[in-house]
């Protein structure tokens, strides 16, 4: 069974870092792009991240660029979310998704979805 549990997420202050972990279990990482995802309050989800199956090549959101950074281990079975210099309009729950070959942000198009994990920005 496919399953990916992200974790990591918790209250944060403005300006501090946090780091999303996404375990994967059930399938073999190679040939499939990870996607990170967060859905606000009253907002549809979006996409924030992304790394493409090879992990050499990475995609990000107008809001995360230059703050996030989006890793991948295969032989870890892990994807990671680095989030530095947070702010409110982070605050969201975070998940992380897996789709066969190459990155997008169109949620619709993504196989199989973690748990989610909450991240709240607040002072």
């Known amino acids: 069974e496919v399953q990916l549990q992200a974790f990591g997420g918790g209250l944060v202050q403005p300006g501090d870092s946090l780091k999303l972990s996404c375990e994967v279990s059930g399938f073999i990482l190679d040939h499939y792009a990870f996607g990170w995802f967060r859905q606000a309050p009253g907002k549809e989800r979006e996409g924030v991240a992304c790394?493409?199956?090879?992990?050499?090549?990475?995609y990000y959101s107008q809001g995360a660029k230059d703050r996030f950074t989006v890793s991948r281990d295969n032989g870890k079975s892990t994807v990671w979310l680095q989030m530095k210099a947070v702010k409110p309009e982070d605050t969201a729950l975070y998940y992380c998704a897996v789709r066969y070959s190459t990155c997008n942000f169109r949620a619709a198009q993504y196989d199989t979805w973690g748990q989610g994990t909450l991240v709240t920005v607040s002072s």
């Open positions: 790394v493409n199956e090879n992990g050499g090549r990475f």
